[in-house]
Structures are given as C-alpha cells and as structure tokens.
C-alpha cells in the first residue's frame, strides 16, 4: 500500500516502481510485477542487472522461455559471475528453446570465466551431448567430475549422454 501511494505521488520515479514490481512478486502476482518492473526499466532504473535478473525470472514463471533466456544474456554481458545464471540460461536453450547452438556458446562463455568450476565442464558437455559431439561432451564431462568426484549433474549428463547413445545400462548407471 505504501509503495502504491509512493508511485500515485511520483509516478515516475523507477525505484518506486521496481519495489512495487517486487511487491507483487512477493505476492505472486506475476503480470503486474513484470508491468511495474518493466515501466521501471523504461524510466532508467539502475543497475540494470537488477532489472534483467528480475524480468528473467518472472518471464521464467510466465513460460515465456525466449524472453526469459533474453533477459538472462543480457544480464550475463554485465554481470558473468553469476554461474547459476550460466547454467539456467543453457537449460532454457537446449530443453525449452531446441537452441543448443546457443547453448554451447554460452557454455563456451561459463568455462572461460569459471575454469575452476565444475558445473562450467558440465554444462559444456551438456551443451555438446545436445549437438550430438560425444566425444567432447565425454570429455568435458569426465573433467566436471574429476574437479567433483560426486557432481550430480555431471552424472545426470553423463546418463543422457549414453542414453542418446543408445547405452541404456551405462545410462542408467549415471542416472
């Protein structure tokens, strides 16, 4: 109520308008969260991260995959840090958008700002099963589980990966 008045008196003040956004968020009132959070984009709200992160979630919950997926890149040419990001945005490409193209790049992306990381390899192999190149997606899987031995989604990867290949023992195995 109080964020309400706050936008009757400046209705164009975008950090009244993002809170606002959130609020009907919190309230699980996805369309309105998403229009208040959009007019608060369009009258300059920063960081813009924030903006982005937001409006890829709710668009995520709206199974609005493309605008998701979008919104999640452009966060991700600012803000690369974010590997749960990463891995969302490949999921979108390869299960909802049949864009594994897209998601190698990414991947490609994740590795290159994440070497360390195991979910990096992960999704690089996920990415490369989804193109149906085995052989790199063996291999980068097999380094996502070396850098964590018990990685699950390494191993879930690892299981797709010999399922497609037809190897329903090794696949469940993984699985």
Known sequence: DALTQAKDLTPEKPETLFFLGLAYFAKNDIDKAIYYIESADD????????????????YLLKENYRKAAKKYEVFLQKNSTNLEIFT???????????NPEKALALSQKAQEKHPEEAMSYNL????????????????????????????????????????????????????
């Open 43 to 58: 009258y300059g709200y920063e960081p813009k991260e924030q903006i982005n992160l937001k409006l890829g979630d709710l």
């Open 88 to 98: 969302r945005t490949v999921w979108l490409n390869i299960d909802k958008l049949d």
């Open 124 to 175: 690089l192999g996920w990415s490369y099963t989804a193109l149906g190149n085995f052989t790199e997606a063996r291999k980068n899987l097999g380094t996502a589980l070396s850098l964590e031995p018990e990685f699950d989604a390494a191993n879930l990867n690892f299981g797709w990966l010999y399922e497609k290949q037809g190897d329903n023992l090794l696949a469940k195995e993984y699985y």
